[in-house]
């Protein structure tokens, strides 16, 4: 077994750039809820940010492949728990997604994300580097990710089933596909489009079709993107200030503390707050890769890649979607949304990050 290590190697800056970003989603969060029944929102915020952080520190003390070890059983009781939240999970909203604890409500999807993407590591560890990947392969990684994302799509949450997908595609990609098998997968996937479109609620075609005749129905379906498309405009170069946003704080803006964040704070903070807010995001992601790169093994850098990606994909598809690039779908802006359960899969996530850059120099 290999030594734990101490904290004199521990990664201040990835954890630093994170709690900067955390931060600024709580005072964000405050500011758009200062005045509604939701006020007491960014103190709950702080908790969970406290929580996250103690928990990337006690994470980063143990040997990664310990925990990759564990997988089989993970990945096992992930799928119970993802069924179970189908089965007896309150009904909020018309959805099936949080389990109450200790008066305290929980995503199991959220973490059932970042426990995906150990099993995958884990799963592809053992493979040469020379080698590419093969058709079982592809259909083992397939199938791993694919019944959680279809567990997750049925609670319905579309947005966090899609965030499985950058998890496979990472996999796959690091593993060695070849362009001839990713051709037939996307021809396979093209084919497959009216069987989702079949399975898809009402209320998600409604937001597909709003992306592409936005001006048919900016009272409905479309008045969200419109708003978020409002508010990003109007903040200007350097904002309206903290707490002045009138689409966020006079209630044009849905949701401006969670999904819609991100329109709410470049109203406030303008074009000067999105560059210094995505500038970090820029250096989260290449402080992750750099630990990729010095991984003393295969199963740590398709872990951190596949961490990566998905914070990436989260972070590209939720801007994307404020300014209109995106069609409309729940998936919240990393470390900056509400939400106490994302926050806490995050800074776990970072938590394995520096575990394995802890390691690089272990033998």
């Not at 908790?47 to 040997?63: R, T, Y």
Request: with cysteine.
């Amino acid at each position: 077994m290999r030594d734990l290590i101490s904290f004199k190697d521990f990664d201040w800056l990835l954890i630093v750039i994170a709690v900067i970003l955390a931060i600024i989603g709580a005072v964000e969060i405050h500011s758009a809820t200062a005045n509604t029944p939701l006020a007491v929102e960014y103190k709950r915020q702080i908790e969970w940010i406290i929580l996250g952080v103690v928990a990337a520190l006690v994470i980063s003390q143990f040997d990664y492949h310990l925990l990759l070890e564990q997988t089989p059983w993970l990945y096992v009781l992930t799928i119970l728990a993802l069924g179970a939240v189908l089965v007896i999970a309150p009904r909020i909203g018309g959805t099936r997604r949080w389990f109450h604890v200790a008066g305290m409500t929980f995503q199991v999807s959220e973490l059932a994300k970042l426990i995906i993407i150990m099993v995958v590591a884990a799963f592809l560890a053992g493979r040469s580097a020379s080698e590419t990947v093969t058709w079982s392969q592809l259909l083992g990684i397939g199938v791993l990710v694919g019944l959680p994302a279809a567990l997750v799509a049925f609670e319905p949450d579309l947005g966090t089933a899609l965030t499985f997908v950058p998890i496979a595609a990472a996999g796959a990609f690091l593993a060695g596909v070849r362009w001839r098998q990713v051709f037939l997968i996307f021809l396979l996937g093209i084919a497959l489009l009216p069987l989702g479109w079949h399975f898809m609620r009402p209320y998600q075609r409604q937001r597909l079709l709003t992306f592409v005749h936005p001006s048919e129905s900016t009272q409905s379906s479309g008045y969200q993107l419109e708003q978020t498309k409002i508010a990003v405009g109007s903040g200007g170069l350097w904002g309206q200030g903290l707490g002045h946003g009138t689409q966020s704080n006079l209630g044009f803006l849905p949701v401006s503390h969670a999904d819609a964040i991100f329109a709410a704070f470049a109203e406030e903070q303008g074009f000067a707050g999105v560059v210094l807010a995505l500038a970090l995001y820029l250096i989260l992601l290449l402080r992750l890769l750099d630990c990729a790169q010095v991984a003393p093994d295969r199963a740590g850098a398709f872990l951190l890649a596949g961490f990566a990606s998905v914070l990436f994909f989260q972070i590209a598809v939720n801007v994307g979607m404020m300014i209109g690039l995106i069609p409309m779908t729940g998936i919240p802006l990393p470390l900056m949304s509400q939400g106490g359960s994302s926050i806490l899969a995050v800074f776990l996530g970072l938590g394995l990050a520096m575990s394995v850059r802890k390691q690089r120099f272990v033998n």
